[in-house]
């Protein structure tokens, strides 16, 4: 779905802002307010968790290119090798220890032992091998279990796992849905996975319209819930919703938990009463970009790149938009070893110093530059229009044209030959170098890729037999680089996080799960009376 957006006349960003708020204002004033009561504490084990996130195609890990989306859309089934924290840590899930041999060209997962599937199949090291091995060969979970080469049994519960290169990079993966979502051995030839997945999971499904909505009921067999701390309501609905459609939901009640898009100014009153409660996700990897096409005029020439980068009023326009994330200058997000604060000054707003750079680069009257596609998803429109303007300021012309997410993160824009686009950079995990490939290398995210010399250091990054501080170092150098050159011009880091009620608990500091990844794992969230 594509729509053109006009350019911004010279209305100022706080009045195209607030006229964004006042219809968001009227809508929620329309639903009333109020719809439910404070809760009391007690625990409600016939609730049911009502959520918003981004809809998916398909409950298949294997069958879909994106991890953040599917996790937290699958969550209530599917349990994964390893979990990420919210300080970004990895963290034990069906794999209570993971040791590589001294080479680090082997992972050594020991498993849990009293994990049942719900049609009653055991977790075993058989299990993880079916399952490796499937991603392995599916075409779209190709690329993302490319770091594992091959999957050895050493007895019911321990599991090796060959790896193409001593790389931590296989951590990630197993903490993402594919190759880290465990399904059932038994259930991996189903024809119908992909609208009914058979996990070890404390929910089973009950109802799915892709892209739309999936609902999830407590499994029959409560006694084969291996984690206790989980299973605390009786069904979990996942939901697609609008933002307006998603702050009226849970003003009146009908739903318990929405994404933000960065202004609650709407919901302030319940926020102030107490009856709402937000949650920030300020850690989260996932950054807020202008891609920028290096192989389409203008920005074939890195002066003109620099150039935007200097001409945009990051600070200004989170402020406006998304206070509770932070401005970014690096391609790079702060939870990830090898974040280096020193290059945030890179690019301080200077729209002079971006018209010297024009004119140094052969456009003194500025450049006609083309149209870049938009996210439709928020608040990605309205910083589009913001961005355009300061871009406008000096001399850089740009048309924006609105494009679905799903498509423009999937191809759209990587297979046309657009100038630039406005989107999530999509970090993939925690490791560094894996990172590094991603936003640098895949032809989906940078149509030009790198220099060989750079390749040949990302591909040094996540060594598994270097420290710490030698792998933060290797980042740090090609982030550098990638700033310097201007790669791209980063906007914030962070998500707006979730707005939810006051019935809903177990999602305290240090409980949300996926956080560092952008997404929502509420497998400990439960609800009061």
Known sequence: ??????????????????????????????????????GNGEADPNATLRLTYAGVATLDPAQTPGSTAVLSNTWPVYDRLLQVSEDGRYQPMLATKWTFSEDGRSLRLDLRHDVTFSDGTPLTASTVEANIERYRKAPVSRELSATIEGVTVVDEHTVDLHLAAASRAVLGALSASAPGSMISEKALDNP???????????????????????????????????????????????AVRETDAAYAAVRSGQADVVLSNGDISALQTGIDQGTLTVRPLKNATTTAAVHLNHTVEPFDDVRVRQAVNYAIDRKSLVEALVPTTTARVQPFASVVNGFDESLEARYPYDPAKAEQLLAEAGHPNGVDAGTFYVANWEPFPQAAQIIQAD???????????????????????SNSNRPGALMWMSYPGLEPGVDLHWFLESPTTMPSGVPAEIAARIATVDDSTATDQQRASRAREVVEWATDNAMYAPIWQGVPGW???????????????????????????????
């Open 391 to 413: 871009l406008a300021k000096a001399g850089i012309r740009i048309e924006l044209e609105l494009m679905d997410i799903r498509q423009l993160s999937s191809g759209g824009y």
């Open 499 to 529: 707005v939810m009620t006051n019935k809903v608990h177990g999602v305290e500091a240090g409980k949300a799960f996926l956080a560092p990844l952008g997404g929502q794992d509420f497998r400990y969230a439960w609800k009061s009376k």
């Open 192 to 238: 119908d996975l992909a609208t009914h997945p058979v996990g070890s999971g404390a929910w089973v499904v009950d109802s799915f319209r892709p892209n739309e909505r999936v609902t999830y009921k407590l499994r029959p067999d409560t006694q084969n819930i291996w984690d206790p701390a989980t299973g605390k309501v009786a069904g979990v609905d996942i």
């Open 1 to 38: 779905m594509r729509h053109q957006l006009g350019r911004r006349q010279g209305t100022g960003r706080r009045t195209a802002l607030g006229a964004v708020l006042a219809v968001g204002a009227l809508v929620l004033s329309a639903c009333g307010s109020g719809g439910y009561s404070d």
